[in-house]
């Protein structure tokens, strides 16, 4: 990370959703480290309160715990996690999605129609609502991200991944359409990230025969959320982090 990358977090406030998971836990910590104050938001207390205690542990300044569950949250929950957030901290200068469900790997054909429903909730509908109830205060920012997490099934459609996968192409559209709504007259940078194989819970349900000693960890793709939320000029964007680990975009 540059020194200005460094400078640019002091201060600032970001949300982090997914914050007790392997990759939200790990840039939810490298932000405080740079200066930011960090709003933990997930599904289960427990895990949010071990990153709280890491941060406090390093020194950092103190985070706030949003737990809510993004299977059964609306519009208004997240209206009042972003009125807290204006109360207490006064502004908010981006927002990490990284929350996210697998569901099944099924066909299609035999697919529950309550899980499909309840996957395309928690990784495409709240995520949306979630930012729409944070755009006033992005907006009032001076430099402000929204950057969505996403996969390389959403690219392209792959059998068994079903209610991921589309919930994933959602993703990716909705980056680029809140990214040609916000061009005009924000400052506001909005994109979406594919990290890659990262060792996690969610890649452990999707790939069980898989040596988990075999993937990179989280902390390897740090650099590349951390750039996204901060200098980079980039919006309406799908990158991959193995492009920032390979110096690609690091410019």
């Known amino acids: 990370m540059s020194v200005t990358e460094q400078a640019f977090f002091t201060s600032r406030v970001i949300l ?41 542990a390093a020194g950092h300044a103190q985070p706030a715990i949003c737990p809510l569950d993004f299977a059964a949250t609306t519009f208004e929950d997240f209206q009042q996690a972003v009125g807290m957030i204006q109360q207490k901290l006064g502004r908010l200068d981006g927002l990490l999605h990284t929350a996210a469900t697998l569901g099944s790997l099924t066909p299609v054909e035999h697919f529950d129609a309550y899980l499909w429903s309840r996957v395309l909730q928690v990784n495409l509908t709240a995520p949306m609502l979630l ?39 959602g993703i990716e559209n909705l980056t ?55 200098t980079s000029d980039v919006s309406g964007q799908r990158v991959r982090a193995s492009d920032y680990l390979n110096d690609t975009l690091l410019v």
């Not at 997914?18 to 960090?38: D, E, N, R, T, Y």
């Not at 205060?137 to 099934?153: E, G, M, Q, R, W």
């Not at 040609?180 to 940078?189: P, Q, S």
């Open 131 to 169: 930012t729409r109830a944070c755009l006033p205060l992005l907006k009032a920012a001076p430099d402000a991200a929204i950057l969505f997490s996403t996969s390389t099934v959403g690219q392209r459609g792959r059998a068994y991944w079903g209610a991921y996968g589309v919930a994933q192409a």
């Open 16 to 56: 982090v959703t997914g914050a007790g998971g392997a990759i939200g836990s790990a840039v939810a910590k490298a932000l405080a480290a740079q200066g930011a104050s960090i709003v933990l938001m997930g599904r289960s207390l427990g895990p949010l309160e071990k990153v709280y205690d890491a941060i406090i």
């Open 176 to 230: 680029q359409t809140l990214a040609d709504e916000l061009e005009a007259n924000t400052a506001l940078r909005v994109n979406s990230i594919d990290p890659g194989p990262v060792r996690s819970r969610l890649r452990a349900l999707a790939y069980p025969g898989e040596d988990p000693n075999t993937l990179p960890g989280a902390e390897t793709v740090i650099p590349a959320y951390l750039h996204l939320m901060s």
